[in-house]
């Protein structure tokens, strides 16, 4: 490959073997690769232009939890939809536990219940909150250097050393967390799809 399939390829090899196939399965995977590769390139590409200060870039758009909790909306609507028979009866009447925890108060499925919607909850949040904190911190530096030229001019001109240095670090940092956000979103996103699927037939095959 040459140009920019040289750039892409390995990062689509890479979401397709380190995040689809040992998450969702050898079997499955293909059904989930289009939904994984789109989200993690929509979240590691508006990451990068959420940190470019000129146009086009300059807008936090995962940094905005509109956008985030649509992604986690598509997620959950896919895992639910994708969850087997005996997705649903681990969370309704899970084996295992005793039947004091299920009856009369139903305590277990409801903590299971729950937890289908805390999932798509955690990684709307975790992408938001990430995104959003080192924008804020970047925002912080710069405007200690108005802060103090306020009080004296001489003062925000020598602020405004430290601070750019401190800027410019920060912006190495995010395009790390840039790219690990996206990472952890398709990951997690994987997982849940792996989870729905897994058949659980371990006593059939002890008989």
């Not at 993690?40 to 146009?55: A, E, K, R």
């Not at 598509?74 to 039947?99: E, K, Q």
């Not at 949040?125 to 970047?138: E, K, M, P, Y």
Request: net charge neutral; glycine share 8%; hydrophobic share 55%.
């Amino acid at each position: 490959p040459k140009g920019l399939q040289s750039l892409l390829e390995p990062i689509i090899i890479f979401v397709r073997d380190d995040i689809a196939k040992s998450s969702v399965g050898e079997k499955k995977y293909q059904k989930y690769l289009p939904f994984l590769l789109t989200i993690f390139f929509f979240i590691f590409l508006n990451n990068l232009l959420g940190l470019v200060p000129f146009f086009p870039g300059g807008a936090n758009l995962t940094g905005n939890i509109a956008v985030t909790l649509t992604l986690a909306v598509f997620t959950f609507i896919i895992t639910t939809v994708s969850g087997n028979r005996a997705y649903w009866t681990h969370i309704v009447n899970a084996p295992g536990v005793p039947w004091w925890l299920k009856i009369p108060v139903p305590l277990m499925p409801i903590v299971e219940l729950v937890g289908v919607f805390t999932k798509p909850f955690v990684l709307m949040v975790r992408l938001f909150a990430n995104i959003t904190a080192g924008h804020i911190i970047a925002l912080g530096f710069i405007s200690l250097i108005f802060i103090f030229g306020e009080m004296k001019p001489a003062l925000g001109y020598g602020v405004s050393i430290v601070s750019v240095i401190f800027y410019v670090f920060m912006g190495l940092l995010e395009l790390l967390v840039a790219f690990i956000q996206a990472y952890v979103f398709t990951l997690l996103s994987a997982l849940y799809f792996g989870m729905a699927i897994e058949e659980h037939h371990h006593a059939e095959e002890h008989h």
